[in-house]
């Protein structure tokens, strides 16, 4: 009696509390393991093991198991080269050292390939080395590479001002600021020395994010796209290829949703409330720390570009409000303040400068659609919307390419198997009837399942069997 009394209010306690923390109770098997462990310490083995089978068998059956086991088989096919033979790539240009090029530079010498890194300065330049130094040197100290890996992969780097250093590279990668004019520019003076264009979409930060969107048109030639494709695989990318369209796939159905957050921000919903309510969904970062990472001049950049490219649909919360926030200096983690207010060793606090900025386009919120449980449908139905519109619309070639791209480029609950098996899993006719409802709240156009989706409710049709 007293052992099992331990075991369950001081091991087994603080044994959930951890799982309950790190999982929000999203994913049930580590909770079983626990029970099952209980079982045969209190029971003894036998009752341990038959106890073992037994929630094996029922795990085996969850939601969550179906959804994984399908994001294995999709990221296991998005590891396979499905193009054909591209070219042969030896050498790799980056043009632009900020934080995404200096990123695609270490994923490159990382995987043996010589790479050139140019940037306009030197101090750009010096920066862009510094991050890729200090990411391989914490990779020495976490013993994953060794100090003499290390200097082999950095012999494979070539930094430089110079662009006709890269006149012997055999594909050139351009990842300078998000400026348009620039970026024509930067195109310009490379065209001369490598033909075809091809989108590559990485995400940051390239070393950790798994995702590479490849980006054709009607006109992409099948080499082209075979060698771009392969060396993303040659990176250890999942690699999905993406029609073009404005924000591609992950950022046009992010965009719908990140305009949500700043409804809600506006309907008085506090930021950690809000980070809560989007973790406990499954979201691996809270909406509105996630505003901070992107940055908010980012984010007020991408809202008005999809606003002006697709139309009232993408819209919602204020774009005067991000605006404010910009011209405040506020523009997220990046500037130490945004949403927060970021301190020393990662600790954050809300930013009451900012607060009051919200309070000034303060939004009335509708009594039926300000549960928690709305809110957080209200979010994912913008992003799994869109995900939807863009499989009808061709962007993407499957459910499965929209569901590995959407889980592993901006974290879409990897329990729910990503927008298109969350439609499954949720039901198809569940989630239009809650997007009805917030339709008649807020925006008939925001909210308006599309045409594939009503399919798949009045048929019970699924994505997936």
């Known amino acids: ?29 580590p909770l079983r393991i626990l029970e099952t462990v209980r079982k045969g310490l209190v029971e003894g083995p036998t009752e341990g093991y038959n106890f073992e089978s037994q929630c094996f068998g029922e795990l085996t059956q969850s939601y969550q198991s179906k959804a994984l086991i399908g994001l294995f088989n999709g990221s296991t096919e998005c590891k396979k080269n499905k193009y ?65 890996e290390k200097e082999r992969m950095v012999s494979n780097l070539v930094a430089s001002c110079d662009y006709s250093s890269m006149k012997n590279s055999d594909i050139v990668i351009e990842a300078v600021f998000e400026d348009l004019a620039l970026k024509h520019k930067v195109i310009k003076q490379i065209e001369g020395i490598v033909g075809p264009v091809i989108g590559m979409h990485y995400f940051s930060p390239v070393d950790k994010m798994q995702l590479l969107e ?48 700043i409804r809600m921000l506006q309907e008085g919903v506090s930021p950690p409330a809000l980070d809560k309510l989007t973790k406990q969904f499954g979201f691996p970062v809270g909406a509105a720390t996630l505003a901070d990472e992107v940055g908010l001049d980012v984010s007020a950049h991408v809202a008005q570009f999809l606003g002006q490219a697709l139309g009232p649909r993408v819209r919602g919360g204020s774009a005067d409000l991000l605006s404010d926030m910009i011209n405040a200096g506020f523009k997220g983690r990046k500037t130490n303040k945004g949403i927060y207010v970021y301190q020393d060793k990662g600790k954050k606090k809300v930013n009451e400068e900012s607060t009051k900025i919200l309070q000034k386009y303060q939004l009335k919120a509708p009594e039926n659609c300000s549960s928690v449980e709305d809110q957080q449908l209200r979010l994912a139905s913008r992003f799994v919307n869109e995900a939807l519109l863009c499989l009808e619309e061709g962007v ?49 156009e925001q909210f308006a399942p599309c045409r594939l989706l009503q399919d798949h409710a009045k048929s019970g049709k699924k994505f997936y069997q």
């Open 396 to 444: 993407i070639a499957s459910p499965s390419d929209g569901d590995i791209a959407s889980v592993f480029g901006v974290g879409f609950p990897p329990f729910w198997g990503g927008p298109f098996r969350f439609v499954d899993l949720f039901g198809a006719q569940k989630l239009v009837t809650a997007m009805e409802k917030f339709g008649s709240a807020y925006s008939a």
């Open 1 to 29: 009696m007293t052992n099992s009394f331990v075991l369950d209010k001081l091991v087994m306690k603080m044994a959930k509390d951890k799982v309950m923390k790190q999982t929000a109770g999203n994913y049930p098997a």
């Open 84 to 148: 054909g033979e591209g070219r042969p790539v030896k050498e790799v240009a980056v043009v632009g050292a900020g934080l995404m090029g200096a990123g695609i530079a270490n994923v490159t010498i990382d995987k043996g390939l010589r790479c050139v890194l140019l940037d306009m300065n030197e101090q750009g330049l010096e920066r862009g080395e510094n991050q890729i130094i200090t990411q391989l040197n914490g990779q020495v100290k976490r013993k994953k590479i060794n100090k003499l």
């Open 214 to 261: 490849i980006i054709v048109h009607d006109g992409t030639a099948k080499e082209t796209l075979a060698t771009a494709a392969q060396l993303g695989l040659k990176q250890g990318k999942l690699v999905v290829v993406v029609k073009d369209c404005p924000g591609f796939f992950v950022v046009r159905c992010l965009g719908p949703m990140m305009s949500e957050v």
